[in-house]
């Protein structure tokens, strides 16, 4: 994709199976594309971690490409969005001791179940906003400093992967306030590293990056990437936020009531605020998009991943492309809605929102004689809905009714996904018509830091929402009967995941 010659920024998305950059127009026209997909080194039940230079090498490369085909000339910044809960460790010299160990990673789940306990676990939620589960970069510190002492003494600093983006581009080591938030280490009232959090873990706030906005300007990239990016050296460079936070800007979810709803590899339900929105049953997330937006909502471990998983194990069918989703759901399309009673409780890889439990498994509840290959591919469907559906009602419970949905991620491409999940919820479902909601919303809000725009609203102010999904109210019965029973499971079944 190119088009001639016109202002634009660069918003970059790097997420846990692909970066994605777009060339996006002061007018919110993406003019050009890039993305790169990478595979994840999954060596154990446990672990999750991404190689470092493969991942650092899709950043220059998608840059590259999208550089290729604009020039630098009108090039006005690079703005970032990137996953949440990594953590690197590296050397005086910036060099990495460990792989990046991603938000999936498991391995600190004993270390997660003792501090969820304790008074400090508690008062570290109320205050950083990050529920405590073995995705965030605090549990997995305390699982190193126990079961890799030798690298936790050694580090000189624990980051993510935009700060590495960051150091090796500009030698320095900086945070937005976003991706800090979402570490269980940052204070998000005081906006700074959390004393409590730094005591459990044993850090000071040296080993840690220097938290900046996210709307933080940096310039004087070194010369030798200037080059190898095709840019000037001088090119505003902005930190941007999480990739989260910043779908709900790309798909223009930004009025009360408004939710941004993502199915990827994982999931998520997000709404946003002004303020931090308080769960007394510790369901919700809390993080910060900027100084006067925060992010509230919950995701899920389980997407579109179980698709692939059931269809590799069980099927013995590989999954790799597009037409390998649309030909699972046309399958599970022929069952009615319900699957006849037959329920999916989507924890295969444990689950955060809203139950926060590394521990709890996946069930299929109801099987029946009259059940077939097509009826669980639905159920798997269903429950990963469920699963969005329950993480909503904690939403509204907390903060306020949804009015609108709108959707974004892979599963957009499905219209029967996007029918069921409309049927489920008894909502307009609204489809995003960003390319890339993150990128979107990263180059949204590098536009604001430039100058370029006022308020973060751009997206809806320039762009027509997309395909949208209205309920079929005569389905919903059926859904709700299911929803009725998994919503009891996980309770009657979480002592005997934890025996």
Not at 415 to 423: E, F, I, K, S
């Amino acid at each position: 994709m190119s088009t001639k010659p016109a202002q634009h920024i660069i918003g970059v998305d790097i997420g846990t199976t692909n970066t994605k950059a777009i060339a996006f127009t002061v007018e919110g026209t993406v003019i050009a594309q890039a993305s790169i997909t990478y595979m994840p080194l999954v060596t154990a039940a446990e672990e999750h971690e991404l190689d470092v230079e493969i991942l650092f090498n899709a950043v220059v490369q998608t840059i590259q490409q999208v550089t290729a085909q604009t020039g630098s000339s009108f090039l006005l910044g690079i703005a970032f969005s990137s996953a949440m809960h990594s953590l690197l460790a590296v050397d005086q010299a910036g060099k990495p001791l460990t792989n990046l160990i991603t938000w999936a990673d498991l391995r600190s789940s004993d270390q997660a179940a003792r501090l969820k306990e304790s008074d400090a676990g508690k008062l570290i939620y109320q205050r950083t906003g990050t529920p405590i589960h073995p995705m965030s970069p605090l549990c997995k510190l305390l699982w190193m400093k126990e079961q890799r002492p030798d690298i936790f003494a050694a580090a000189h600093k624990f980051i993510g992967i935009k700060e590495l983006v960051f150091f090796r581009f500009f030698g320095q080591y900086l945070i937005d306030h976003s991706i800090a938030s979402a570490t269980g280490l940052f204070d998000i009232y005081d906006v700074d590293w959390n004393k409590e959090a730094l005591l459990v873990t044993g850090l000071s706030a040296d080993r840690l990056s220097t938290p900046v906005s996210p709307t933080h300007i940096v310039t004087g990239i070194s010369a030798a990437y200037a080059t190898m990016l095709g840019i000037g050296q001088d090119t505003p460079f902005i930190p941007g936020a999480s990739d989260g936070c910043l779908a709900n800007v790309g798909s223009g979810a930004m009025q009360p009531g408004d939710v941004s709803l993502t199915i990827g590899t994982s999931g998520a339900v997000r709404m946003m605020a002004h303020q931090p929105q308080h769960d007394v049953k510790e369901r919700i997330f809390n993080y910060i998009l900027t100084e006067q937006w925060y992010v509230s909502g919950g995701p899920i471990n389980n997407g579109a991943v179980l698709l692939k998983w059931y269809a590799e194990h069980f099927l013995h069918r590989t999954f790799h492309h597009t037409e390998d989703f649309e030909w699972f759901l046309q399958q599970a399309s022929e069952v009615p809605a319900g699957a006849e009673g037959l329920v999916f409780l989507p924890y295969v890889q444990g689950e955060r929102a809203p139950v926060w439990d590394a521990a709890a498994k996946g069930v299929f509840f109801g099987i029946h004689a009259r059940h077939t290959q097509a009826h669980f591919m639905r159920a798997i469907v269903e429950g990963i809905n469920f699963a969005l559906y329950q993480v909503t009602q904690s939403l509204e419970e907390t903060i306020g009714p949804v009015t609108n949905i709108y959707a974004s991620g892979g599963f957009t491409k499905s219209p029967h996904w996007l029918q069921w999940m409309a049927d489920l919820f008894g909502k307009k479902i609204i489809v995003s018509s960003a390319a890339d909601a993150s990128a979107t919303g990263a180059a949204i809000l590098g536009l604001k830091a430039i100058g370029k725009i006022d308020d973060l609203h751009f997206r809806a102010k320039t762009t027509q929402p997309g395909e949208h999904f209205l309920p079929h109210e005569q389905q919903r019965e059926a859904y709700l009967h299911n929803y009725r029973i998994y919503a009891m499971l996980y309770d009657r079944l979480k002592d005997v995941f934890h025996s």
